[in-house]
C-alpha cells in the first residue's frame, strides 16, 4: 500500500481546489439513479475554447476495433510494458470535466472517457473536446441505469441511443462501451453491445472508489496501492476527490516510471 504523506495531502487538496469550485456532482455507477439523468451544475464555467460538437466535424473521430487475442470483456492490458489506462465515466459536472482533462494533459497523460447520454445531450461540446485533448471517447449508455437489469430491447435501447450521440457528435460510435452500474456485462449486454457495433467490453481492475467521496488523498492510496503494468482503473466525472487526487496520482505514475495512456494505446 502506497503511503500519501501530509505534503501529499495538501498538494491534492491546493490542486482540486485551485482549479475548480465544486458545484452540483453525478451519482456514481454504484449508486441508485432514480432520476436516470445528472442534474446540471448551477456553477457558470468559461466556454471551452474547443469547436463545440454541435457542428458536424471535420473528421470522423474513431471507430471501434477488434484486439485478436483478447477477451470480449476486457479489464486490463499487457502486463509486461509500464502503460496504465485511466477511464473516466463520463457525467456530472461540465467545469469538473474539463479540469480534469485540463490536468491529465497538463502531466502528459490520454486517458479514456466512457460518455453518458443525456450527460452528451445537455453538454455536446465535450465529446469534441475529448477527442481534440487526444482522449478515447466511449459509450457508458444512455441513462446511466442498471443496464444489466434490463429486459433485452430496454437494454439494446440504453446502448443504441448512446452510439447514436455518440456518432451524431463525432462520426463514430466511440472506441469502447462499458455497462452503467456494473464492472462487466451479462452476456446479454456483452451480446447486444457486439451487435450495436463494439467488439469488446470495456472493464477494468483497479476501482479508485472515488464515488464514495472518501477525500483525495484516500482516492490517490485506492488507485496506488493496486495499479500495475496493463492496469485499467475506473475513475469518474463529478467528484471534486477525483480531481485533488489526479495530480498525486499522475506523479507518482510517473516516478514509477508508468505512463497514463488511452485505452486503445494501453491494448496496441
Known amino acids: 500500500m502506497v503511503r500519501v504523506t501530509p505534503t ?159 456518432r451524431r457528435l463525432t462520426g463514430s460510435i466511440g472506441t469502447w462501451f462499458r455497462p452503467s452500474r456494473a464492472a462487466r456485462a451479462t452476456p446479454l449486454v456483452e451480446r447486444l453491445a457486439r451487435a450495436a457495433g463494439y467488439p469488446h467490453v470495456l472493464s477494468y481492475d483497479v476501482d479508485s472508489r472515488d464515488f464514495t467521496s472518501p477525500g483525495g488523498p484516500a482516492v490517490a492510496r485506492q488507485v496506488l496501492g493496486e495499479v500495475r503494468n496493463g492496469s485499467v482503473v475506473s475513475l469518474h466525472f463529478g467528484y471534486p476527490d477525483t480531481l485533488a487526487a489526479l495530480p498525486v496520482v499522475l506523479e507518482e505514475l510517473g516516478r514509477r516510471g508508468l505512463h497514463a495512456v488511452t485505452t486503445t494505446e494501453l491494448l496496441s
Not at 81 to 93: E, I, M, N, S, W
Request: aromatic residues 2%; contains cysteine.
Open 8 to 166: 501529499d495531502r495538501r498538494t491534492a487538496l491546493r490542486a482540486g481546489a485551485g482549479l475548480v469550485a465544486a458545484g452540483a456532482f453525478a451519482p456514481a455507477c454504484a449508486a441508485p439513479d432514480t432520476a436516470g439523468r445528472t442534474a446540471s451544475s448551477s456553477h457558470t464555467s468559461p466556454a471551452p475554447a474547443t469547436p463545440t460538437a454541435a457542428r458536424a466535424p471535420t473528421r470522423a473521430a474513431p471507430a471501434p476495433r477488434a484486439f485478436p487475442g483478447r477477451p470480449a470483456q476486457i479489464g486490463h492490458g499487457p502486463r509486461d510494458r509500464p502503460r496504465v489506462a485511466l477511464t473516466f465515466h463520463g457525467q456530472g459536472d461540465p467545469a469538473l470535466a474539463r479540469a480534469l482533462l485540463t490536468e491529465a494533459e497538463r502531466h502528459g497523460a490520454r486517458v479514456t472517457v466512457l460518455a453518458v447520454g443525456t450527460w452528451l445531450d445537455e453538454h455536446p461540446e465535450l465529446a469534441r473536446r475529448v477527442l481534440d485533448g487526444g482522449h478515447d471517447l466511449g459509450n457508458h449508455t444512455h441513462r446511466h441505469i442498471d443496464v444489466n437489469a434490463l429486459p433485452e430491447a430496454a437494454a439494446r435501447d440504453e446502448i443504441t441511443r448512446c452510439a447514436e450521440r455518440l
